[in-house]
């Protein structure tokens, strides 16, 4: 079964440190894999997607790297803002059914 | 460019009665997405659309249906409803699905409310 976990589910944090969010997956054979972010009640932003070929891409203070052989992605995010606060999502495109899956999320609280 | 957009933003039904749910997904992007949202719960696939084909099918019972157009925008329809369908139905798009390099883009959501 194709499956994605994130952890931590929380994590709450002082404004400006720098942190990571980690997202795991079952089955190495994947297309990409994409990053978001959701406000509450809201839909989904995309942040970062890196294809199955790449080891990373990065975006302003937000890097994603990507290790498919683990099955393991992390998103870094540096200089932490009250305004990154927010529900952050992993979905990965497994080649099997290509549709996208997606963790359950962090939620993510930066505290001024 | 204008982003996908769903509606209605908000639906009230009652139990028993059925929903329909729209997405227009942005241009030139011919694959559409529907996902499920209950409070407190991950992003449930649905369904998947692709230049007018279902692709694809997540784990719901076949109340839950839906079509594509020609223009590619997408209905989702949800019959007999239940007090459990409460959630936000989130419609996402992309281009064609032969070329995996792109993103998903999502619409905003609409709010389905079974009372």
Known sequence: KQEVTQIPAALSVPEGENLVLNCSFTDSAIYNLQWFRQDPGKGLTSLLLIQSSQREQTSGRLNASLDKSSGRSTLYIAASQPGDSATYLCAVCFNYGQNFVFGPGTRLSVLP | EAGVTQSPTHLIKTRGQQATLRCSPISG???????????????????????????????????????????????????????????????????????????????????????
């Open chain 2, 29 to 115: 992007h011919t694959s559409v997405y529907w996902y499920q949202q209950a409070l407190g719960l991950g992003l449930q696939f649905l369904l998947w659309y692709d230049e007018g084909e279902e692709r694809n099918r997540g784990n719901f019972p076949p109340r839950f249906s839906g079509r594509q157009f020609p223009n590619y925008s997408s209905e989702l329809n949800v019959n007999a409803l239940e007090l459990e369908d409460s959630a936000l139905y989130l419609c996402a798009s992309s281009p064609p699905y032969r070329g995996r390099e792109s993103p998903l883009h999502f619409g905003n959501g609409t709010r389905l409310t079974v009372t």
